[in-house]
């Protein structure tokens, strides 16, 4: 059974930092992209951050020098280091993983398998 198990939301005041973390199982996860997406109540699922297997990184515009994706294919953990949080930052964070060999994808639509997603609010 695969499962990608999220985890480090919580709440944090604009400015600050948090860094999730997903663990992946079940499954040989080599070959595939790992993506961060987010998501706020009534709005589309939002590409965050993306891995390829072979290292290439992608960023939403929105959180390029601020957000960190990386990944430990030994531990089969994917993170999210967000540096400067700000409130419109605040969402339901998602990773997933998409079989594609030499790049990742933007679209949520071709993400295969999905974690449960954490909670990210960033409030005063």
């Known amino acids: 059974q695969v499962r990608l198990v999220e985890s480090g939301g919580g709440l944090v005041q604009p400015g600050g930092s948090l860094r999730l973390s997903c663990t992946y199982s079940?499954?040989?996860?080599?070959?595939?992209?790992m993506g961060w997406f987010r998501q706020t109540p009534g709005k589309e699922r939002e590409f965050v951050a993306a891995?390829?297997?072979?290292?290439?990184?992608g960023y939403v515009d929105s959180v390029k020098g601020r957000f960190t994706i990386s990944r430990d294919n030994a531990k089969n953990t994917v993170y999210l280091q967000m540096n400067s949080l700000k409130p419109e930052d605040t969402a339901l964070y998602y990773c997933a993983a998409d079989r594609l060999d030499y790049g990742y994808s933007r679209d949520p639509g071709l993400y295969e398998y999905w974690g449960q997603g954490t909670q990210v609010t960033v409030s005063s």
């Open positions: 891995s390829s297997w072979v290292g290439t990184i």
């Open positions: 079940g499954r040989t996860f080599r070959g595939y992209a």
